[in-house]
């Protein structure tokens, strides 16, 4: 079986890419370097199938899926705060090279297609946990984005009959996650701040709160959505721990690990920002076989192990940013 995960020399699709072949399949990865990293799949050359293109090139994207059985689809332009920015460019990369995708999929007859969407569709829902019936309220560029290709998944299915399942995460974290871009998620950059004796920032009061999800969780839940019968297909799953925890515990949690006794600096909320996000993972647990294997603490642990390796040094090797 030949996987093809789009975007896999960044954070999860790097993940991906490492516990397909730990199972034995072969895996071709399609990236443009944008945001993912060179150094991060260098460890794989000569076990995988490298292929260097952009999503948005249709032409390229025919030639990424030949022979696939499986397309993870993975590459995408993440942060609300840079699609708050730029739209045009997270409409291109997130929607137009999504469709480039889907339709060189189903010409290729692929088994199934899998989509990476994100639980920011849910926006400010008042239900305090998010599950899939639920009205989507995206508050910004990129949760539009997501929504939008995220339902070319469910008609690609409908009317064309390509097995697809969207999955929506909430909060992915763990190894390889990117520190250093402007738009890094919370976690890495929490931890790089207090590796580096500096006080991190938190936008808001810090009591918004966020369903963190390790990243061995996503990767799961990619490889059930391969596995799960037809049945299944043409429907966007919650991938998440359903459960909830602060800014201000997630930074507690970080510091006591890491012995820091530093204090994080407060910043107004930034705009698109979600207040509360909890997720239901009935469906998944139901219809794909999901189950968390890592919660926030455990997966926290096995991540700050990885950062306090790559990280504590000035020459650390950068991780990407995907």
Request: proline letters at 5%; one cysteine or more.
């Amino acid at each position: 079986m030949l996987y093809l995960v789009t975007g896999g020399a960044g954070f999860i699709g790097s993940n991906l890419a490492r516990e397909i072949l730990h199972r034995g399949a072969r895996v071709r990865i399609f990236d443009n370097f944008a945001t993912g990293r060179r150094e991060n799949v260098e460890d794989l050359r000569g076990r995988i199938e490298l292929l260097e293109g952009d999503i948005r090139d249709a032409a390229a994207c025919r030639e990424a899926v030949k022979g696939a059985d499986f397309v993870l689809h993975q590459a995408a332009l993440g942060s609300v705060p840079r699609s708050v920015v730029d739209p045009v460019t997270t409409h291109d990369v997130n929607i137009t090279g999504t469709l480039n995708m889907l339709i060189a999929a189903r010409d290729a007859k692929a088994k199934r297609f899998v989509f990476a969407s994100s639980s920011s569709v849910y926006g400010n829902s008042e239900a305090l946990e998010k599950v899939e019936t639920l009205p989507t309220l995206p508050l910004s560029p990129y949760a539009t984005s997501k929504l939008a290709a995220e339902s070319y998944t469910t008609v690609f299915h409908g009317v064309y009959g390509l097995p697809t399942v969207a999955l929506r995460y909430f909060n992915v974290f763990g190894p390889r996650q990117d520190p250093d871009s402007q738009y890094a998620a919370v976690i890495p950059l929490f931890v790089k701040h207090l590796l580096e004796n500096t006080a991190p920032v938190i936008y808001g009061d810090g009591e918004q709160t966020r369903d963190f999800t390790y990243v061995a969780n996503v990767v799961q839940a990619n490889l059930k959505a391969c596995e799960a019968g037809l049945s299944a297909c043409g429907r966007a799953y919650n991938v998440a721990c359903a459960a909830k925890a602060s800014i201000n515990r997630l930074f507690e949690h970080i510091a006591d690990r890491l012995g820091s006794t530093l204090r994080p600096r407060y910043l107004p909320e930034r705009k698109g920002d979600v207040r509360r996000s909890l997720a239901d993972i009935g469906l998944a647990r139901k219809h794909l076989g999901y189950q968390p294997t890592h919660t926030l603490e455990q997966g926290l642990d096995e991540a700050l192990d990885w950062y306090k390796k790559n990280l504590a040094a000035p020459s650390a090797v950068k991780t990407p940013s995907r």
